[in-house]
């Protein structure tokens, strides 16, 4: 979930090194800019990169911007370990909220999801970025389970969208703004229904493995 | 929370027949083009209403949008009452579920959603629509508070949002879309968190009324 997209130590050659250039100028045009305003030539222009080599490789602006969403999934990113299933999922949560709230930084990720609506290459690069994230995630519900805190067979997966739903909501579909303790909440309401069984496959839940 | 924008019975003398006249081709194109892509001239085109009145009385495709988002805020909605809390969420988000999958009629629920991050007229449209909705919702948990399904002073738009956010996370944020199983997993998630007192003041729910 927590969506540090860009910033990693990479390693490589001159190409890897045309590579970052091109899509960290893209990502920053993303954050400045939105999607619809998003340009090969602007792309160029920022970073140094020719435009005839940004065309070859990433085609037009829309590819550009996918291949720079999934730059997120390079990211090392794991779950807080907290001890406790609520804990982790609200350190999650909080996260988010920054993320998503902080001038400067919300930027970026808002404009990564408002992408997708106009974009179906940016659509399927934010789902592959997620099920990366939900596959990380997944670990502090793994933990829970062995510590005896929620059932064997809990979906993981589940849980994490349940304690993350509802700060998108917030953000994204009521447009009512979001607070670190909403994030708390959410958190809360999870850990509840995953104690409660509510995901597991005999109750209800999906019997999905996690994705 | 169930968005059907359009299609009431309003009576009016001709200034009314004007005004749904516009709005309803605003929703109209806003499905099938999107907001980045309308124009007061394409509302003008569509719906038989000069250009002039439209720019007097909405100035802007923006200012059409807003007013034509707010219109969902007229329809009748109830939210379902099915006998139990679970089976009431589970009501509306089959409702959304449908309404935001089928092919011809999630167009215009999405690109509302897609309009906010692109008017803040639009944004600002959206979370009043959605504070009506939610308004509307709490009936749900007034009546599971009365039956003594969970415990007084639980927070009706925590459990609301618990319910939906995994839903619309689905959609618009891990894009991986949703299935009516989906729908009921997240409504039986928020009502065992509810169950377990999460959304009361008490315990860490937010002590705001229903709005």
């Known amino acids: 979930m927590a969506t540090e997209i860009s910033g990693t130590k990479r390693p490589g050659g001159r190409t890897e090194r045309t590579r970052l250039a091109a ?114 995630s997944a670990a502090a519900v793994t933990r829970a389970i062995e510590r005896g805190e929620v059932p064997p067979g809990t979906d993981p997966v589940e849980a994490v969208r349940v304690a993350c739903g509802p700060i998108f909501y917030r953000l994204f579909v009521s447009r009512e703004g979001v607070t670190p303790a909403d994030a708390g909440v959410a958190a809360a309401a999870a850990a509840a229904a995953a104690k409660a069984g509510v995901f597991t496959a005999t109750n209800g839940g999906t019997a999905s493995p996690p994705a």
Chains 1, 2 share one sequence.
């Open 23 to 136: 899509l960290d100028a893209t990502l920053a045009l993303l954050g400045e800019r939105g999607y619809a305003e998003l340009t090969v030539e602007a792309v160029a222009e920022r970073s140094g990169v020719h435009k005839t080599t940004l065309y070859r490789r990433w085609e037009s602006a829309e590819g550009l911007v996918a291949a720079a969403l999934l730059m997120g999934a390079e990211q090392e990113w794991a779950v807080p370990d907290t001890g406790s299933l609520e804990g982790d999922l609200r350190a999650v949560n909080l996260e988010l909220v920054r993320y998503f709230t902080t001038p400067g930084e919300r930027e970026l990720p808002t404009a990564s999801i408002s992408a997708a609506f106009l974009s179906p290459r940016a659509a399927e690069a934010l789902r592959e970025f997620y099920v990366d994230r939900h596959a990380r």
